[in-house]
Structure formats: C-alpha cells, structure tokens
C-alpha cells in the first residue's frame, strides 16, 4: 500500500481576529528590537487560514537579528498552520533563511513600526498572501 502526500490548499489570505492582531502588535513593540516568534494555531478553509490561538514553544528565543524554537520539542500537532515572526529591521520581505525554515503553510512577518501595513503573509513557497483582520 502506498501512501499519497495530500496536495497543500491554494491560500490566499490569513485571517486574524483584530484583538489577537493588536496583541501581537504589543509583543513585539515590547521585545523591540529582538524579534519574536510563535507558532500559529488554526484551520484552512477554502482559501483562508484562520488564526485561532498562538503557541509559544518550549525553549523558544528571541534574540537580535534572530527567533527560534526545537521543532523537535513539539508534538505532532494537525491544527498549527505556520508561524509568525517580527522582522525589526522593517523589511516586509523573508529573508532566504526565512523561506528555507517555514514551518506549516503560513508565514506571517510583523515588521518595524509593527502596525497592519507593516504586516505581510506568504504561503510555504514564498507567495504573498493577504492578511485579513476579522472583528
């Protein structure tokens, strides 16, 4: 018997709940000019990912110029989508090392001045998607 990879969905956007948004906002205006990282939990539904909690893992570091976590600490969870991340350089861009360590199907980046035209998302191969702020 042979196993089939299922295909990953065609996003176009990650949703937020505005409140959770804001929050991630603050998180990293305070750790400024560290950068953070979390892991973003949720579903995906025809072309949307929703973002419905965020997971901060075992040993994770937020250091200058850099973020991570041991994805080797984690549990085999279904539900985490992607991950975000500050970029407090402001570059809306992933960096190569960005593109070659997505986990999950969302990368989102919250950069320098950390408000939502300062937010940008992309799917696991680098495509830009929208980001939606749900009230």
Wanted: proline residues 9%; contains cysteine; charged residues 20%.
């Amino acid at each position: 018997m042979r196993f089939k990879a299922r295909p990953s969905p065609e996003l176009r956007e990650v949703v937020f709940p505005k409140e959770m948004l804001e929050g991630l906002f603050c998180m990293a205006k305070e750790n400024h000019p560290r950068e953070i990282i979390l892991l973003l939990r949720g579903r995906v539904s025809n072309a949307s990912a929703y973002v419905d909690e965020l997971v901060l893992p075992l040993g994770t570091t937020f250091g200058l110029g850099f973020s991570g976590f041991l994805p080797h600490n984690l549990p085999l969870d279904p539900s985490i989508i992607g991950t975000l991340h500050s970029h407090p350089s402001g570059s809306l861009k992933p960096s190569i090392q960005d593109l070659h360590n997505v986990f999950g199907l969302v990368m989102v980046i919250l950069a320098y001045p950390y408000n939502l035209s300062s937010t940008s998302a992309y799917d696991k191969s680098g495509k830009p998607l929208r980001v939606r702020v749900t009230e």
